[in-house]
């Protein structure tokens, strides 16, 4: 009997133990270009209700979040139930570029618990000060799984400004590769869906074909998972992903919340996009450009200028002869 309760006594210390050791799943969300609807208290209210019911332990608003100006920093704070957390982007910056450092307190940041590791970085610097803040915080030492949070896709060198603190990034990735490969294990960026697809609102130019289903979509470079999780319109969908590591190990899922009474987008509401993206129909290109701008026919140009040339050449060679 004595036997049977030291073993009993032995078996129940070693489960506490390895419960009490185990540490917890961390979960976060992550998501940007917010400023779609600030001003629709109905849609935030919907958007910050759907994060909390996730129950988060963190929450990264990445970029375009009007984050620089105190009514809606106290928006995010107060009625987020989570720890919240911030990564400029280009419209928060610029001439709001004093106003949100004093009110965020920071541009780029580390953030370890848990043996995860969270980097939040500002996208539009210089490309050294980002080598810099990467370098200092992918020490070889840290074992534990490393995500990068930033506002723009930086993985995407499709969409390149030509100097810092603009509209996109300012590098190119190769140029971050070599310091992140094999320690950071995810990037997730913030930043507007525009550029590759688009809710409602449309520049009939710039803009990507429609897609309001779109929550985030997921590239991939060697073993690094690259999230694009940004709003368009924020409308009808105002997206989000979860995030959970769990034993080192990263899992996502995306998550949106909507104020509309239909789940599919009825057929008013639907651009076939006939024109977008077909450079072989030039004359569909020409009208659409018309109504905005003047167009000019090249070859036709080339023949009239000569035609000019040798009008006023004549021209003057009357005029010489008498």
Do not use: C
């Amino acid at each position: 009997m004595k036997q049977f309760l030291f073993i009993t006594l032995i078996s129940s210390f070693l489960m506490i133990s390895n419960l009490s050791g185990k540490e917890k799943n961390l979960k976060f969300i992550a998501l940007g270009h917010i400023y779609p609807i600030i001003e629709d208290s109905n849609r935030m209210n919907k958007l910050i209700n759907k994060i909390n019911s996730h129950n988060p332990d963190y929450v990264f608003i990445l970029g375009d979040s009007k984050a620089y100006d105190l009514k809606y920093l106290n928006i995010y704070k107060s009625k987020i139930k989570s720890k919240v957390f911030f990564a400029p982007g280009n419209h928060d910056l610029g001439k709001h570029k004093e106003e949100y450092k004093k009110n965020i307190g920071y541009f780029n940041k580390a953030i370890e618990v848990q043996n995860v590791k969270f980097l939040l970085l500002n996208s539009s610097d210089k490309k050294k000060e980002i080598i810099n803040f990467l370098k200092k915080n992918l020490e070889d030492s840290f074992d534990g799984f490393t995500i990068l949070l930033t506002h723009h896709r930086i993985w995407d060198d499709t969409l390149i400004s030509s100097k810092p603190f603009e509209h996109d990034k300012s590098f190119y990735f190769e140029e971050m590769y070599p310091i992140i490969k094999d320690k950071v294990g995810a990037i997730f960026a913030g930043n507007s869906k525009r550029q590759h697809f688009r809710d409602f609102i449309d520049d009939e130019l710039s803009f990507g074909k429609q897609n309001v289903n779109l929550i985030y979509w997921l590239d991939k470079i060697g073993s690094m998972e690259l999230y694009a999780v940004g709003m368009g319109d924020g409308k009808p969908k105002a997206n989000f992903v979860v995030g959970e590591i769990v034993n080192n190990e990263l899992f996502v899922k995306g998550d949106y919340s909507s104020i509309e009474n239909y789940e599919i987008l009825p057929k008013d509401l639907i651009a076939f996009n006939q024109l977008r993206f077909n450079k072989h129909d030039t004359t569909g290109i020409r009208k659409l450009v018309s109504e905005k701008y003047y167009l000019i026919n090249k070859k036709k140009t080339y023949i009239i200028l000569v035609l000019i040339t040798l009008i006023l050449v004549t021209l003057i060679i009357r005029i010489k002869k008498k």
